[in-house]
């Protein structure tokens, strides 16, 4: 089946999850879009009264459009069930994200939140994450600083770039994207990179997600 296909199908799924009255974490890529349309067209057909907290400003667009009520992280106390994409999933549910730049927000929702749920389309489960890439956010004051720093450990950093310009996060942010291949410890990575001065958070997403829906040519499978 067609990827854009799978990732409507998991979309769709996903928003079967969420009852009325919840307080629910809205992720962002092209997956989770389609899990945001399919919420909006729940919202409007069913009455379904739910409050969204978004993790990018692309994604409080799109749900406000389809008439969904948006709150600021700190205006809730908590968040049900966090709905998101990922990259890369491994067996053991480690996970990359950041492919659309907004794993700061990602994180902060998914930390906020009681239930975590991916939905990704079956091309993302890997054996060992690490092809993707890891996506790092860095402040841009001294950035150059930590891009070489990256290079002299073998990261092979590369400027995520928006045209001719750096990329910049929903916070103003740089994203490095620095590539190592399949890792082998990821929490030791992980601990590295947000070691680093200058580094915001990275899109390691380790220990941070209950259930995985896999989207299947044979239909929506869900990993626990
Ligand atoms: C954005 C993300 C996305 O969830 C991830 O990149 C997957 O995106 P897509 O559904 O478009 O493949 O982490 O920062």
Same mark, same amino acid.
């Given at each position: 089946?067609?990827?854009?296909?799978?990732?409507?199908? /998991?979309?769709?799924?996903?928003?079967?999850?969420?009852?009325?009255?919840?307080?629910?974490?809205?992720?962002?890529?092209? @997956?989770?879009?389609?899990?945001?349309?399919?919420?909006?067209?729940?919202?409007?057909?069913?009455?379904?009264?739910?409050?969204?907290? @978004?993790?990018?400003?692309?994604?409080?667009?799109?749900?406000?459009?389809?008439?969904? @009520?948006?709150?600021?992280?700190?205006? /809730?106390?908590?968040?049900?069930?966090?709905?998101?994409?990922?990259?890369?999933?491994?067996?053991?549910?480690?996970?990359?994200?950041?492919?659309? &730049?907004?794993?700061?927000?990602?994180?902060?929702?998914?930390?906020?939140?009681?239930?975590?749920?991916?939905?990704?389309?079956?091309?993302?489960?890997? #054996?060992?994450?690490?092809?993707?890439? $890891?996506?790092?956010?860095?402040?841009?004051?001294?950035?150059?600083?930590?891009?070489?720093?990256?290079?002299?450990?073998?990261?092979?950093?590369?400027?995520?770039?928006?045209?001719?310009?750096?990329?910049?996060?929903?916070?103003?942010?740089?994203?490095?994207?620095?590539?190592?291949?399949?890792?082998?410890? #990821?929490?030791?990575?992980?601990?590295?990179?947000?070691?680093? $001065?200058? $580094?915001?958070?990275? &899109?390691?997403?380790?220990?941070? /997600?209950?259930?995985?829906? /896999?989207?299947?040519?044979?239909?929506?499978?869900?990993?626990?």
């Amino acid at each position: 089946m067609d990827q854009n296909k799978l990732k409507a199908q /998991v979309g769709k799924e996903a928003v079967k999850y969420i009852d009325d009255g919840m307080i629910v974490g809205l992720g962002t890529g092209s @997956t989770v879009r389609y899990m945001v349309d399919a919420l909006g067209e729940r919202v409007q057909k069913e009455g379904l009264n739910i409050v969204g907290v @978004t993790t990018s400003n692309r994604t409080t667009k799109q749900a406000e459009s389809l008439g969904i @009520t948006i709150k600021d992280i700190d205006d /809730v106390d908590h968040i049900d069930v966090c709905i998101d994409g990922a990259d890369e999933v491994d067996d053991d549910f480690n996970g990359i994200k950041g492919g659309g &730049g907004a794993l700061l927000w990602e994180k902060i929702v998914n930390n906020a939140s009681t239930k975590k749920i991916w939905i990704v389309d079956q091309s993302k489960l890997v #054996p060992r994450i690490g092809d993707f890439g $890891v996506p790092v956010e860095v402040i841009p004051f001294g950035a150059q600083h930590v891009f070489n720093a990256f290079e002299k450990k073998g990261y092979n950093p590369q400027w995520r770039m928006d045209g001719d310009q750096k990329y910049r996060t929903d916070e103003n942010n740089f994203i490095i994207d620095i590539k190592v291949g399949q890792i082998q410890d #990821p929490h030791a990575l992980a601990e590295d990179l947000i070691h680093t $001065v200058g $580094v915001v958070e990275h &899109g390691l997403f380790l220990n941070r /997600v209950d259930d995985v829906i /896999v989207g299947r040519d044979n239909g929506p499978e869900v990993l626990h």
